[in-house]
Each structure stands twice: as C-alpha cells, then as structure tokens.
C-alpha cells in the first residue's frame, strides 16, 4: 500500500467512525439494538472509542511503514478535534434535522 493510499484509508475510515454513533441505534454497530434509541451520553462514549480505534489503525499502518512518531499531547488534542469535526454531519443528522418533512415554525 502506498502512503498515500494508507493516509487516505485512515482519513475515510475517520469519517465512517466519527458518524457511525449517531447513524444508528445498536451499541457499538452489531450490538443489540437500543429500543427507544441511545442516549447521547453512549453516543459519546462510542465516539471516543471509535476515536481510539481509528487511532490504532493509524499507528498500525504507520508502524508498517516504519515511520513510528513519538507524539505529545497536542497531537491527539488536534485528532479528537478533527474526529469530533467529521462527527458533524451524523449528529446534524440525528439531532437537528426534523423527521417527516416537517418545516420549522
């Protein structure tokens, strides 16, 4: 796989994850499905996991490459920043957008 190909994977897979918790209503994509929907607070607790495991992704893909770069705190400040930003479009979706065809009054 070529690295621009490998960034590409990981910028894709980011957007996928980041908007999974808020486009559907089993626990973690293949759980059991939540009767009455999830509340925010476990829509949350699987973003941040999904963060960590597009970030393991990440490290994975860059370990092969050998390229492994030792990261301070800013680094993954920058990378939940920009998770929580592709997570945009799912949460319009969940929360913002009316069911229905109904108009604002």
Do not use: C, S
């Not at 490998?6 to 994850?17: E, G, P, S, Y």
């Not at 973690?28 to 963060?51: D, I, N, Q, S, T």
């Not at 490290?59 to 592709?86: C, D, K, M, S």
């Not at 949460?91 to 957008?97: D, E, G, N, T």
């Amino acid at each position: 796989m070529t690295q621009t190909a490998a960034i590409w994977l990981v910028i894709v897979a980011a957007l996928v994850a980041a908007n999974l918790p808020f486009i559907n209503d089993r626990w973690l994509v293949v759980g059991k499905r939540a009767h009455h929907g999830k509340p925010f607070v476990g829509r949350a607790l699987e973003l941040v996991l999904l963060y960590f495991l597009v970030g393991l992704l990440a490290h994975v893909i860059e370990r092969r490459a050998g390229q492994v770069a030792p990261q301070g705190w800013e680094f993954y400040a920058v990378t939940a920043a920009l998770f929580i930003t592709l997570a945009f479009p799912g949460f319009v979706y969940r929360y913002l957008m009316r069911r229905g065809g109904r108009h604002w009054d």
